[in-house]
């Protein structure tokens, strides 16, 4: 004989097989992850590296960058800061200004704010609309420099 007695729970009738808070709960844990998958993919933080952007962000600034969800994406205004994709190196994030937009072609004109010391549309042209990675809407660091965007800039120095 086993020195211990192994009991189990008894269930009665159609308890277990009705849907209840159980359900419930795992129903808004699958909606979470959904919603934070979608969310991953449309929210990305960047950091500001170099002075191509001086004034209106300097290097060490922490941006929040922000896609909508979905394959057509609204077209970026003239004014609005932007993540793109460097067409030399596309795993690389370059975060500028829009300058111009021609719907008509498909693309989008970037510059820096320092353009001396800035590399966008002027050396590589304009970009695809594709390679418009999402807006810059939020400076979440460093402290004392966070706060919303828009950022005011010179985008319209040639």
């Known amino acids: 004989m086993l020195p211990y007695r192994l009991t189990l729970p008894r269930f009665h009738g159609s308890r ?16 979470a992850l959904t919603g934070a998958g979608v969310l991953w993919r449309c929210v990305r933080r960047v950091q500001v590296v170099g002075p191509s952007m001086e ?5 060490g600034d922490r941006l929040v960058v922000v896609r909508r ?9 003239p004014g609005d800061v932007v993540a793109v994709r460097d067409p030399r190196l596309p795993s690389r994030i370059l975060i500028k200004r829009v300058s111009a937009v ?7 004109d970037v ?3 320092a353009p001396d010391a800035s590399t966008d549309s002027r050396d590589f042209g304009p970009l695809a609309r594709s390679a418009v990675v999402g807006r810059a809407v939020y400076r979440y660091g460093p402290a004392g420099r966070n706060g919303p965007g828009p950022w005011p800039g010179e985008y319209h120095r040639r």
């Open 16 to 31: 277990t097989c009705r849907p209840g808070r159980g359900a419930g709960v795992a129903l808004v844990g699958v909606a």
């Open 55 to 59: 004034p209106a962000l300097r290097a």
């Open 69 to 77: 969800p979905g394959r057509t994406q609204p077209w970026p205004r």
């Open 102 to 108: 021609d719907r008509r072609q498909g693309t989008v």
């Open 111 to 113: 510059r820096g704010d």
